[in-house]
């Protein structure tokens, strides 16, 4: 073997470890990137938020992010039951930015006293006496 030759052997193998780790360098700032990357929010067909109005379906002009509810009356509230497995927030107000009032369990019986014309929020009381709202959707009646 001759000093070109080993040179050469030298020369080659450096290249293909610079070449290496440049793939690597590059692989890992892609790994990185998308794992930087938020997912994309879901969007819920009961969601008020007009950004996230579904597929298809332009958003409503309005410029309050929340929209005025107006409850219809129910003539007598009937027992319910909590079907969202995390439980439930009980708000002041049928508003996602209305004040918290407490919380309600997996499973807690309470009384639906009435509903929302789009049904998006039912105002309950619970067996303590404390009222409030809760998303709709999130119970099922009992027999």
């Given amino acids: 073997m ?8 030298i020369l080659g193998f450096l290249l293909a470890i610079a070449l290496l780790a440049l793939a690597g360098y590059g692989a890992t ?3 990185l990137a998308q794992l930087a990357t938020p997912p994309a929010r879901p969007i819920f067909p009961n969601d008020p938020s007009p950004s996230a109005a579904p597929v298809g379906v332009s958003p409503s002009p309005s410029p309050s992010p929340v929209p005025s509810v107006a409850p219809s009356p129910v003539v007598e509230g009937y027992p319910a039951r909590v079907t ?3 439980g439930l927030i009980l708000r002041q ?8 009032v407490g919380g309600i369990d ?3 019986e309470l009384t639906v006293l009435e509903e929302a014309p789009d049904g998006a ?9 404390t009222e409030g709202w809760i998303k709709g959707g999130n119970t099922e009646k009992l027999n």
Wanted: no cysteine.
């Fill in 2 to 9: 001759s000093l070109s030759g080993i040179s050469k052997f």
């Fill in 29 to 31: 700032r892609y790994v």
């Fill in 84 to 86: 969202q497995p995390i």
């Fill in 93 to 100: 107000e049928p508003s996602g930015e209305a004040a918290r």
């Fill in 106 to 108: 997996f499973n807690q």
């Fill in 121 to 129: 929020w039912q105002r309950v009381r619970l067996a303590d006496g």
